[in-house]
Each structure stands twice: as structure tokens, then as C-alpha cells.
């Protein structure tokens, strides 16, 4: 079985900072690739960032420029969340597209969610 485990989010002032992360347990091979993403009451899930095991990240137009994705030892995907508006408000979910077995096919798994509100 696979776990994704996040932690960070909270509270936090416009303009303010926080740092969201998440690490995956459990019978891994390899992550090609981690993410976040998140959903705002009465919206549809979208893509906030996600960050391939080469490196390459790719951001929402919205964070681009206040958001930064980073990968970390361990299976641990981190999420850097800086000049927050009150627009970023929203559960943020973990997400790693994994393979559980040398040369297996692909598994797409997600975290609990956790809450962001930016709010004065």
C-alpha cells in the first residue's frame, strides 16, 4: 500500500508565507512524478504546481512567480508558498504518479488535503 502524508498549510496574512510538504510511503519503486493541487469551495481541482524526478516543474499561470516546487530525499515533494492572496485559499492535495515495480505500469495516488486560508 501507498501513503501520501502532508503537513504544513494553516492560517496566513495576504502577503504572507507558508510551506506545505508530503512525503510518500510504502511499496515504491520510483515517482516520476509529485504534485500539488487544490480546490477552493464551489471550484473544481486544478494544478498548482508539480515537479518530475528530473527536475522539470511546471506551475499554474496563478503561482507563477510566488510559488516554488521542490523534491527532497526520501520521496518528499515540498511547496514553497510565498506572497499568498487571499485567492490561494483552499485544500491543497499531494499527488505523485508512482511505479510500484521496475518497469510496472503507472499509479496516480493522493493525499488527505490540507487546509490553506490566507485571510487578515
Known amino acids: 500500500q501507498v501513503q501520501l502524508v502532508e503537513s504544513g498549510g494553516g492560517l496566513a496574512q495576504p502577503g504572507g508565507s507558508l510551506r506545505l510538504s508530503c512525503v510518500a510511503s510504502?511499496?515504491?519503486?520510483?515517482?516520476?512524478?509529485m504534485g500539488w493541487y487544490r480546490q477552493a469551495p464551489g471550484k473544481q481541482r486544478e494544478l498548482v504546481a508539480l515537479i518530475t524526478s528530473g527536475g522539470t516543474s511546471t506551475y499554474a499561470d496563478s503561482v507563477k512567480g510566488r510559488f516554488s516546487i521542490s523534491r527532497g530525499n526520501d520521496n518528499m515533494v515540498s511547496l514553497q508558498m510565498s506572497s499568498l492572496k487571499p485567492e490561494d485559499t483552499a485544500v491543497y492535495y499531494c499527488n505523485a504518479v508512482l511505479r510500484r515495480v521496475r518497469d510496472g505500469p503507472t499509479y496516480m495516488y493522493w493525499g488527505q488535503g490540507t487546509q490553506v486560508t490566507v485571510s487578515s
Open positions: 510504502g511499496s515504491i519503486f520510483s515517482i516520476p512524478s
